[in-house]
């Protein structure tokens, strides 16, 4: 079952212990239990007949006293103590006696013990107003409850060596059901594992199936009419990029030169033409493309007023793309409406493209071949994780089995006064 039984088993030994199975344990104990009861039994037998003899006496003895005749009359205070206290006695003392006594050595003992305790009890108590009474009568029930009491003390060793015995077979049979059950959990974990590198194994080769259809579907034998696809999605990205940059050119450049106009006007009389250029300013910050009928709007409103701040000298044009933009000859509005219009042109012609290239049936099996590659490696790695866990169980149950074989074997070897060596079923 395990190589370590295995190995224990196998292993030549000078002295041959006596081989009991593991699942004998439990049967093995109940039978040691049984001859501890009837050992112990045979041994207190004696003092068992004792207690009950003397117990039987002691009955006889308190019902005696209401029956014996005095020759002489009893002093006052006697006749007192007598009619007072003897009743008192009598029942403490009989319920005391009457107390079952079972056939069990150790509940007999038990309930031995707790009669001894009540007839000192009552011996202590209204017992001690009697002595003057009834001298001879006080002193033979006192000797018979002496004679329980020797009784019980003799078979104390015997109980509590008994009682030791069994707090050690009940050890022994926590520790054979931690045993059984670690031995459970070691073998669910082997098949935990085995299933487990099993669905590992089947993870790997689909992923390796995978690897090997994606790299078909991308192979040159079947992949131009893909990578033509591409090329037209990688042609209009650049298209779109080239018209992206120009539109942002021009706009960088125009908000450049009505910056120059914002800050002209506001050191002038020019507040209500600042604020429409410092609105039009505004809109082409960020980093985002502007509005373009926000900005056409508004450039066709502060246009004028720039090219005429320009016209009179008051903004210089410093370098060659603000003369060539803000020339005469150049309408900025139109020259914008016309970027933005190449610009949806390319943005347009782009998402076609990329609409037919994602519906190609080979993209869309690489797009799911991909997918499905992902999700298996995800998975793969939840089950590897998984084993590394199993497996630290698996080794951690495999440590504490042989500990609890050695245990079970000294306890048992220590009932059964000879060696004992735990073997497995398939052993026994």
């Given at each position: 079952?395990?190589?370590?039984?295995?190995?224990?088993?196998?292993?030549e030994r000078e002295?041959?212990?006596?081989t009991?199975?593991?699942?004998?344990v439990?049967?093995?104990?109940?039978?040691?239990?049984?001859?501890?009861?009837?050992?112990?039994?045979?041994?207190?037998?004696?003092?068992?007949?004792?207690?009950?003899?003397?117990?039987?006496?002691?009955?006889?003895?308190?019902?005696?006293?209401?029956?014996?005749?005095?020759?002489?009359?009893?002093?006052?205070?006697?006749?007192?103590?007598?009619?007072?206290?003897?009743?008192?006695?009598?029942?403490?003392?009989?319920?005391?006696?009457?107390?079952?006594?079972?056939?069990?050595?150790?509940?007999?003992?038990?309930?031995?013990?707790?009669?001894?305790?009540?007839?000192?009890?009552?011996?202590?108590?209204?017992?001690?107003?009697?002595?003057?009474?009834?001298?001879?009568e006080?002193?033979?029930?006192?000797?018979?409850?002496?004679?329980?009491?020797?009784?019980?003390?003799?078979?104390?060793?015997?109980?509590?060596?008994?009682?030791?015995?069994?707090?050690?077979?009940?050890?022994?049979?926590?520790?054979?059901?931690?045993?059984?059950?670690?031995?459970?959990?070691?073998?669910?974990?082997?098949?935990?594992?085995?299933?487990?590198?099993?669905?590992?194994?089947?993870?790997?080769?689909?992923?390796?199936?995978?690897?090997?259809?994606?790299?078909?579907?991308?192979?040159?034998?079947?992949?131009a009419?893909?990578?033509?696809?591409?090329?037209?999605?990688?042609?209009?990205?650049?298209?779109?990029?080239?018209?992206?940059?120009?539109?942002?050119?021009?706009?960088?450049?125009?908000?450049?030169?009505?910056?120059?106009?914002?800050?002209?006007?506001?050191?002038?009389?020019?507040?209500?033409?600042?604020?429409?250029?410092?609105?039009?300013?505004?809109?082409?910050?960020?980093?985002?493309?502007?509005?373009?009928?926000?900005?056409?709007?508004?450039?066709?409103?502060?246009?004028?007023?720039?090219?005429?701040m320009?016209?009179?000298?008051?903004i210089?044009?410093?370098?060659?793309?603000?003369?060539?933009?803000?020339?005469?000859?150049?309408?900025?509005?139109?020259?914008?409406?016309?970027?933005?219009?190449?610009?949806?042109?390319?943005?347009?012609?782009?998402?076609?493209?990329?609409?037919?290239?994602?519906?190609?049936?080979?993209?869309?099996?690489?797009?799911?071949?991909?997918?499905?590659?992902?999700?298996?490696?995800?998975?793969?790695?939840?089950?590897?994780?998984?084993?590394?866990?199993?497996?630290?169980?698996?080794?951690?149950?495999?440590r504490?089995?042989?500990?609890?074989?050695?245990?079970i074997?000294?306890?048992?070897?220590?009932?059964?006064?000879?060696?004992?060596?735990?073997?497995?079923?398939?052993?026994?």
């Open positions: 079952m395990f190589k370590f039984i295995k190995d224990r088993f196998s292993k002295e041959k212990p006596r009991v199975s593991i699942s004998d439990p049967v093995l104990l109940e039978a040691r239990d049984a001859e501890i009861t009837a050992d112990l039994s045979a041994g207190i037998e004696r003092h068992r007949d004792g207690v009950l003899a003397a117990r039987e006496d002691l009955v006889d003895l308190i019902r005696d006293l209401r029956s014996k005749e005095r020759e002489e009359a009893y002093h006052p205070k006697l006749e007192k103590i007598a009619k007072n206290t003897l009743p008192l006695f009598e029942k403490s003392m009989l319920s005391s006696l009457a107390k079952a006594l079972p056939s069990n050595p150790e509940e007999f003992y038990v309930a031995a013990s707790e009669c001894l305790k009540g007839c000192v009890k009552g011996l202590a108590g209204p017992g001690r107003y009697l002595r003057g009474v009834f001298p001879e006080m002193k033979e029930i006192r000797l018979n409850v002496d004679r329980i009491g020797r009784e019980v003390n003799a078979m104390t060793p015997q109980i509590a060596d008994a009682r030791r015995k069994r707090d050690e077979i009940a050890d022994l049979h926590r520790t054979a059901a931690s045993l059984s059950a670690t031995i459970a959990n070691h073998n669910a974990t082997e098949r935990d594992l085995i299933n487990i590198r099993d669905k590992i194994d089947e993870e790997e080769q689909a992923i390796e199936d995978l690897k090997k259809t994606l790299a078909i579907s991308e192979g040159p034998a079947v992949s009419e893909v990578d033509d696809l591409r090329s037209a999605v990688s042609d209009l990205q650049g298209e779109l990029s080239s018209a992206d940059r120009s539109l942002r050119a021009d706009i960088s450049v125009i908000a450049h030169v009505l910056r120059k106009g914002e800050r002209i006007l506001q050191r002038g009389e020019g507040a209500s033409a600042s604020r429409e250029i410092e609105a039009v300013v505004d809109a082409l910050d960020g980093s985002n493309l502007p509005d373009e009928d926000q900005l056409l709007s508004g450039l066709n409103k502060v246009l004028p007023i720039i090219r005429s320009i016209a009179s000298g008051e210089v044009l410093k370098n060659k793309e603000e003369r060539e933009l803000f020339s005469e000859e150049v309408d900025i509005t139109a020259r914008i409406k016309s970027l933005y219009d190449q610009y949806r042109g390319a943005e347009s012609r782009l998402s076609a493209a990329e609409r037919d290239h994602e519906a190609h049936p080979i993209v869309e099996k690489i797009r799911w071949v991909q997918h499905e590659r992902e999700t298996r490696e995800a998975r793969l790695a939840d089950l590897r994780d998984k084993m590394a866990a199993i497996g630290e169980r698996e080794q951690s149950l495999s504490e089995i042989p500990a609890l074989l050695a245990a074997e000294q306890g048992i070897s220590r009932i059964e006064g000879k060696p004992v060596m735990l073997v497995s079923d398939e052993h026994a």
